[in-house]
Nanobody, 126 residues
Framework: QVQLVESGGGLVQAGGSLALSCAAS????????MGWFRQAPGKEREFVAG????????DYADSVKGRFTISRDNNKNTLYLQMNNLKPEDTAVYYC???????????????????WGQGTQVTVSS
C-alpha cells in the first residue's frame, strides 16, 4: 500500500496562488495514476485534477481549467497542484489520491481510487 501526505494548504486572498504537494511512500513503483480531489463543508468530494503515471496525460474539472496545473515528479515520489487565480469557491479540504488501476490513467470518480491522504485545508478569502 502507499501512504500519501499532503502539504501546502493555507489562507490566501482571492486572486492569489497556492502550491500543494503530496509525498508518496511505501510502494516501490510509481506506475499508478494520481489525482487531486476537494471537499467543501456540506458537499460531496469532487474531482479537481488527475495525471497519468508518466505525467504525459492530465485531466481537469471544468471549474479549475486554466487556473490549476497538476504535475508529478516520480523521482521524488511527489505530486503537485499549482493553483492560481484562486476564488472563494475553491475553499475546501484538498486530498491527493492514488489509482492503482491497470490503465495508468486517472479516473474522475473517487471510488476508483485506492489510497488517500489526510487532506490539507485551502481557504480563499474574498
Amino acid at each position: 500500500q502507499v501512504q500519501l501526505v499532503e502539504s501546502g494548504g493555507g489562507l490566501v486572498q482571492a486572486g492569489g496562488s497556492l502550491a500543494l504537494s503530496c509525498a508518496a511512500s511505501g510502494r516501490a513503483s510509481s506506475r499508478y495514476a494520481m489525482g487531486w480531489f476537494r471537499q467543501a463543508p456540506g458537499k460531496e468530494r469532487e474531482f479537481v485534477a488527475g495525471i497519468s503515471w508518466r505525467g504525459g496525460w492530465t485531466d481537469y474539472a471544468d471549474s479549475v481549467k486554466g487556473r490549476f496545473t497538476i504535475s508529478r515528479d516520480n523521482n521524488k515520489n511527489t505530486l503537485y497542484l499549482q493553483m492560481n487565480n484562486l476564488k472563494p469557491e475553491d475553499t475546501a479540504v484538498y486530498y491527493c489520491a492514488a489509482d492503482f488501476g491497470k490503465t495508468g490513467y486517472p479516473s474522475q470518480e473517487p471510488t476508483e481510487y485506492d489510497a488517500w491522504g489526510q487532506g490539507t485545508q485551502v481557504t480563499v478569502s474574498s
